[in-house]
């Protein structure tokens, strides 16, 4: 009897040991050391970005061992945030411009670019006003509501694939083109300062009869308001392409992190994920698995159709140049100042204003 309460007391201590060794085992084990990462997007991805950050996480974790946080920089700090996720490659080329030591566009498939968007028309249930392609735009008796091409570079993408339109459709070379535009911008009896200004007014106000928008913003409104509305995809429409960039990551001592951040997006996860949040995602195989969204069959315009943004900027939208002369002398010229922020991407809710920001 004794041998055998010897032997209990023995096994005893061993369990004990061990639960105690387990103990202070885990009580060492440290937690992964957290780094962080600001981010500047002048364009609405949030959805997008909210679910790209939990899997860049989730393999920055696997590949360093680190915990990764991301942070979202205001407009106004892009003197300090890391990196660009979204902007239009105006809007980018002024920011790297701004940066003193640092900034640089990636050597990023597609110049930088992992994802696009394109032009369309929202319009309420029903399509009551028949829109079907950019000259229904231009018939009398229907409300447009959108930007204004010279405070929104997104805006000035719809003007361009309305352009395009009609050089395509309409003989008698830039007379004709001008005319047709500002033939639409007369039903533009007011112009808003960015895209999700002009959202609001349509989805909120219930002003205007079809919204000139992205696809990527014009999904988001139909999943949050069901049966409200219908997308009318243009026979032809443009690209629109956001772009990446390192802003200060380098001088931020966050290089590393910055690159692998960014080239990460054209992982296959993340381009997927594009593709579920409603973008057209760069890489062609995983493009074709969102047909169901996207007419792949459309004809878009490229940025390069018109000789490239600079050359663009000054024939279209510099001041008094095509643009002026449209909407200066086809309407009264009334321009709605306020923002509601272009840089989040529900489709209507008040925010910090914002100028020229592309809401992609």
């Not at 790209?52 to 590949?63: C, D, H």
């Not at 002009?198 to 409104?221: H, K, M, P």
């Not at 579920?276 to 698995?289: F, S």
């Not at 510099?318 to 991407?345: K, L, Q």
Request: hydrophobic content about 40%; overall charge negative; charged content about 20%.
């Amino acid at each position: 009897m004794v041998f055998i309460m010897n032997r209990f007391v023995k096994i005893l201590a061993v369990i004990l040991t061990l639960a105690l060794l387990c103990s202070l085992f885990a009580s060492c084990k440290k937690e992964p050391v957290a780094v962080s990462l600001s981010s500047l997007s002048l364009g609405s991805a949030d959805s997008f970005y909210e679910e790209y950050n939990k899997s860049f996480a989730a393999y920055w974790l696997n590949l360093k061992g680190e915990k990764f946080v991301a942070q979202q920089a205001d407009d106004y700090q892009s003197n300090t945030a890391d990196v660009l996720t979204l902007a239009l490659e105006p809007d980018a080329d002024k920011l790297l411009k701004s940066i003193t030591d640092g900034g640089a566009a990636l050597e990023l498939p597609n110049k930088g670019v992992p994802f696009t968007t394109t032009a369309v028309f929202l319009v309420r249930s029903g399509n009551p006003k028949k829109i079907s392609d950019w000259d229904s735009l231009a018939k009398a008796g229907r409300e447009l509501i959108t930007a204004n091409p010279k405070s929104s570079s997104e805006a000035r993408c719809f003007f361009l694939a309305a352009w395009g339109y009609a050089e395509k459709n309409y003989s008698g070379g830039e007379i004709k083109s001008t005319e047709f535009l500002k033939a639409i911008y007369v039903n533009a009896a007011v112009l808003y300062a960015d895209s999700r200004s002009a959202a609001f007014a349509f989805i909120n106000e219930q002003r205007g009869d079809v919204l000139l928008t992205t696809e990527s913003a014009a999904y988001l409104a139909l999943k949050e308001h069901p049966d409200e509305y219908e997308i009318v995809v243009p026979s032809m429409s443009i690209a629109i392409q956001p772009q990446v960039a390192i802003l200060n990551a380098k001088s931020n001592g966050k290089e590393e992190l910055a690159k692998a951040y960014l080239e990460y997006l054209y992982s296959t996860e993340a381009q997927q994920l594009a593709g579920l949040n409603y973008y057209r995602p760069y890489n062609p195989e995983i493009l074709a698995l969102f047909d169901q969204y996207f007419d792949l069959n459309m004809p878009l315009l490229d940025i390069s159709d018109f000789g490239g943004w600079a050359q663009a900027e000054e024939k279209f939208f510099a001041d008094g140049r095509i643009f002026d002369e449209i909407y200066m002398v086809g309407t009264d010229a009334n321009t709605d100042t306020s923002s509601t922020d272009e840089t989040s991407d529900a489709p209507a809710s008040s925010e910090t204003p914002v100028t020229s920001e592309p809401e992609t």
